[in-house]
């Protein structure tokens, strides 16, 4: 098994564990510049990022404005903006906390797209959710969520010549824990290669309140279960993956689990397939 653990955290990029402070301001350092390289590789001078109010979008927003502050410091160009977006499906369950992620992060601009009307217009042309039972209709407009909310990320970078940045990190990519063309599109992620804890330690350097740092994470896709914890639907713990993914022993079971959801989600990670 650990075998294993090294190939998927060498497939997965795996950051080493910070070797105190120095080391996470040097990871935030070259995070900052990997943003600033992709707008300039590009020719974009806007980035574009749905903030849910958890710590990965407000980690990932807050290097984003440190990015675009540092170019037009600089002197690369005035034009350079972060627009922050968010996205609620109706009145997000937990708001008060977006809100904080978006007075933390003090984005250029901030724009609000509640996503409602749109995925239940396109649940109902498909028809397909009728039918279904409540916990997979649940899954399925969950999922559609997430893609509701790409599209409109990517129509506000379309019309604003941008890029949209997406949050993925290690410990989701291990799981498959992102909707496919939903969450899991974007044009660059940031946070690539980084545990949980080291999402959190980026956070909490760049200066995100405590109650977003150790916030229990969610997706909140789902009607049936608001705020239902990812923790739970992995069936193993950040900690555990974690450890699984910086190569410490971890119980079998755990280990197992890991490794079967890797393999099953591998089509997540992938290219679409050629003939």
Do not use: W
Not at 32 to 41: A, E, K, M, P, T
Not at 133 to 159: C, E, H, S, W
Request: glycine share 10%; aromatic share 4%; charged share 25%.
């Amino acid at each position: 098994m650990h075998s294993r653990q090294l190939e998927i955290a060498a497939a997965l990029k795996i950051c080493p564990p910070f070797d105190g402070k120095g080391a996470i301001q040097a990871e935030i350092d070259h995070r900052v510049r990997f943003i600033q390289q992709c707008l300039r590789d590009s020719g974009m001078k806007t980035l574009v990022l749905g903030i849910s109010g958890g710590i990965d979008s407000t980690t990932t927003g807050l290097l984003a404005q440190k990015a675009v502050e540092a170019m037009r410091a600089a002197g690369e160009g005035d034009d350079y903006r972060f627009l922050a977006v968010r996205l609620p499906y109706d009145v997000q369950h937990d708001e008060e906390e977006a809100q904080l992620a978006i007075d933390t992060i003090k984005p250029d601009e901030c724009h609000t797209v509640n996503i409602k009307a749109a995925v239940q217009a396109v649940a109902a042309a498909t028809g397909e959710l009728e039918g279904l039972t409540p916990a997979m209709r649940d899954f399925v407009l969950g999922n559609t969520k997430a893609r509701v909310r790409m599209v409109a990320q990517y129509t506000i970078a379309n019309a604003r010549q941008g890029l949209v940045i997406g949050t993925d990190h290690g410990a989701e990519a291990v799981m498959g824990f992102f909707t496919k063309f939903g969450d899991g599109a974007c044009d660059l992620t940031p946070l690539t290669g980084l545990v949980k804890d080291q999402v959190r330690q980026l956070g909490a350097a760049l200066g995100a309140p405590e109650s977003l740092v150790h916030k229990v994470p969610t997706a909140d896709l789902e009607e049936l279960h608001p705020g239902k914890p990812d923790e739970l639907a992995h069936g193993v713990t950040y900690r555990d993956i974690d450890a699984f993914l910086l190569g410490h022993e971890v119980d079998d079971e755990v280990a197992g689990i890991i490794v079967q959801t890797y393999d099953k989600t591998a089509h997540k990670r992938a290219l679409p397939r050629e003939p």
